[in-house]
């Protein structure tokens, strides 16, 4: 089966985003008793969209956030976030070299975890902004991953079979959304290492090694 078309996570695949998230956490939870270490917030809540991680860590830590409190801390670590990316550049080395060179022959999409406008914040400060056909992002489908919906709405999105598609994902979390949906997967090792990413269909190392012809081998 051809691949048609290419569906990326951004956090930890194209952006090298997860330090900063990591310091908006700590940040904003360091008032309410969490130290929030890599470690565990790479075991324990990389997967998550921003409710989900504030939920869990919520039910993890014994703290009394309802619905109200959860919506207030998440609108101030987007304000973290856009301290934060305003005065970095974020992107992986070779994320724009890797986007150009597969959008000569696929129609790119994206599928993540993060909100929209931090996406597109972090796209337009990499000159990315236009590559993509499409974005799904937080509260954009029913469920978030490791449920298959964020992949399922990128394939309607593209118009192609998930079977048809490949997506290149740095997480577990990620990888069995993907394959749930029923899509090819590229795993590379930005956060995990190889044997954290077993289950995709092949790992790499960076982004320079995507190329056209690695990709068209796994149709």
């Not at 309410?32 to 830590?61: K, M, N, S, W």
């Not at 670590?77 to 301290?83: D, G, M, P, V, W």
């Not at 978030?144 to 192609?160: F, Q, S, W």
């Amino acid at each position: 089966m051809p691949v048609r078309a290419i569906v990326f996570d951004f956090d930890g695949v194209l952006a090298d985003s997860e330090g900063i998230h990591l310091r908006s956490y700590q940040e904003i939870l360091a008032p309410h008793g969490v130290t929030l270490t890599p470690e565990i917030y790479c075991e324990r809540y990389l997967g998550f969209d921003d409710e989900g991680a504030f939920r869990r860590i919520a039910e993890d830590y014994g703290l009394l956030f309802g619905d109200e409190e959860i919506e207030l801390l998440m609108l101030e670590k987007t304000r973290h976030l856009q301290t934060l990316v305003a005065s970095s550049d974020v992107l992986y080395p070779g994320a724009v070299r890797c986007v150009e060179r597969l959008s000569v022959d696929w129609p790119l999409g994206i599928a993540s975890g993060a909100l929209r406008h931090e996406i597109e914040l972090m796209l337009r400060g990499g000159g990315l902004d236009r590559a993509f056909r499409f974005i799904v992002a937080a509260g954009e489908t029913d469920r978030t991953k490791p449920a298959p919906d964020p992949y399922l709405r990128a394939a309607e999105l593209h118009g192609v079979p998930p079977r048809e598609c490949v997506a290149i994902e740095d997480s577990q979390w990620g990888l069995q959304s993907a394959q749930t949906a029923g899509m090819i997967t590229i795993a590379i090792t930005h956060t995990y290492p190889r044997d954290a990413l077993h289950q995709a269909n092949l790992v790499v190392d960076s982004l320079d090694e995507l190329t056209s012809d690695l990709l068209r081998g796994l149709g």
